[in-house]
């Protein structure tokens, strides 16, 4: 079972930037994805970003893209999300998840109960 820890959220003001790690350890990723998700207070958890380790592709949620970019550090087994032109409605706890299984359908890596680890997740708050 893989270990996820995140940081780097915070408090940003409309239109800065943030950068979320989620630091991995107990498996090394080689397959399936790791992805952001993201839950607002009173809201369900939704699908941000995920990258498919087979071949890098990432894909995005419609109103992140072009402002936030998910990436790697393979030496360091950490994920990363940088988040450009922050909006109020970004506001929600992060959270970083891993799914084993390397599905092919976009209908399954946007499913967070599909996802096998979770880590605690941080807060990003943008004020308006």
């Known amino acids: 079972q893989v270990q996820l820890v995140e940081s780097g959220g915070g408090l940003v003001q409309a239109g800065g930037s943030l950068r979320l790690s989620c630091a991995a350890s107990?498996?090394?990723?080689?397959?399936?994805?790791t992805g952001w998700f993201r839950q607002a207070p009173g809201k369900e958890r939704e699908f941000v970003a995920t990258?498919?380790?087979?071949?890098?592709?990432?894909y995005y949620t419609d109103s992140v893209k072009g402002r936030f970019t998910i990436s790697t550090d393979n030496a360091k087994n950490t994920v990363y999300l940088q988040m450009n032109s922050l909006k109020p409605e970004d506001t929600a706890v992060y959270y970083c998840?891993?799914?084993?299984?390397?599905?092919?359908?976009?209908?399954?890596?946007?499913?967070?109960?599909?996802?096998?680890?979770w880590g605690q997740g941080t807060q990003v708050t943008v004020s308006s």
């Open positions: 998840a891993a799914l084993n299984r390397d599905y092919t359908s976009s209908y399954y890596y946007q499913k967070a109960p599909l996802y096998d680890s």
């Open positions: 107990g498996r090394t990723f080689s397959t399936g994805y």
């Open positions: 990258i498919r380790w087979t071949n890098g592709n990432t």
